[in-house]
């Protein structure tokens, strides 16, 4: 799994749907265990920094 996923999504050094997609050991997705709890919010535009 990456490191510092939300960070690498801002910078664009992976997508959004690369980062979902990464499992832990027992095989549950980012995007399922987001979901779990109710915090798979929507994708919003990107803050300019």
Same mark, same amino acid.
């Given at each position: +799994?990456?490191?510092? +996923?939300?960070? @690498?999504?801002?910078?664009?050094?992976?997508?959004? =749907?690369?980062?979902?997609?990464?499992?832990?050991? =027992?095989?549950?997705?980012?995007?399922?265990?987001?979901?779990? &709890? @109710?915090?798979? @919010?929507?994708?919003?535009?990107?803050?300019? &920094?």
């Amino acid at each position: +799994m990456p490191v510092m +996923m939300g960070s @690498g999504v801002f910078a664009k050094a992976f997508t959004l =749907e690369h980062a979902l997609a990464q499992k832990d050991r =027992e095989g549950v997705s980012v995007r399922e265990a987001l979901d779990a &709890i @109710g915090y798979a @919010g929507e994708h919003g535009e990107a803050h300019r &920094i």
